[in-house]
């Protein structure tokens, strides 16, 4: 396993459409074990493939207290969402340090491929069911901070570039 490197908005790649993974095998294992360690690394509580440069239709989650309790989606779809919506602060490893506000459906009914290829059903609300529409919107090449005002945005993007400049 490794810790892999994840993009950092506002990098061009972070807005590619991944692909549907067209069989689950050891290449997508090896994949969803290296997002894992990744993701508890940083750590974050969610990742999707396209934040680590992998346009391919795979993502993790583990919104557990202990940290125990990873989730693999692969190809995943929502089947339904419910009428109501809910704000609720969300934050994303690929844009560190920025944390807003955004409205999405309260619960969520997903569909998806586990590690073995086998399809399964999950019904998600609260933490999971945001974190699982953050990061489908990741696969669809859309970050969070897009849901935000214009202005927002280029304030993100210029906190973003002074951040770069402290790194390098
Ligand atoms: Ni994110």
Do not use: W
Request: charged share 30%.
């Amino acid at each position: 396993m490794a810790v892999l490197d994840i993009l950092r908005y506002p990098d061009a790649r972070l807005h590619t459409v991944a692909r549907p993974v067209a069989v689950v095998d050891d290449r997508i294992r090896r994949l969803v074990a290296d997002m894992a360690e990744t993701m508890y690394a940083a750590p974050g509580i969610g990742l999707a493939a396209t934040q680590v440069d992998v346009h391919e239709r795979v993502i993790v989650i583990d919104t557990s207290e202990a940290k125990d309790h990873l989730l693999v989606f692969i190809n995943p779809e929502i089947v339904s969402s419910s009428a109501e919506k809910k704000a609720c602060e969300e934050g994303c490893l690929s844009v560190p340090g920025i944390y807003d506000e955004v409205e999405r459906p309260e619960r969520v009914r997903v569909r998806a491929l586990d590690v073995r290829g086998e399809p399964f059903e999950m019904d998600a609300e609260g933490l999971l069911a945001v974190c699982l529409q953050h990061e489908m919107d990741h696969l669809q090449g859309k970050v969070f901070v897009q849901y935000l005002s214009r202005l927002k945005q280029s304030r993100i993007k210029s906190k973003m570039a002074k951040l770069d400049r402290q790194v390098a």
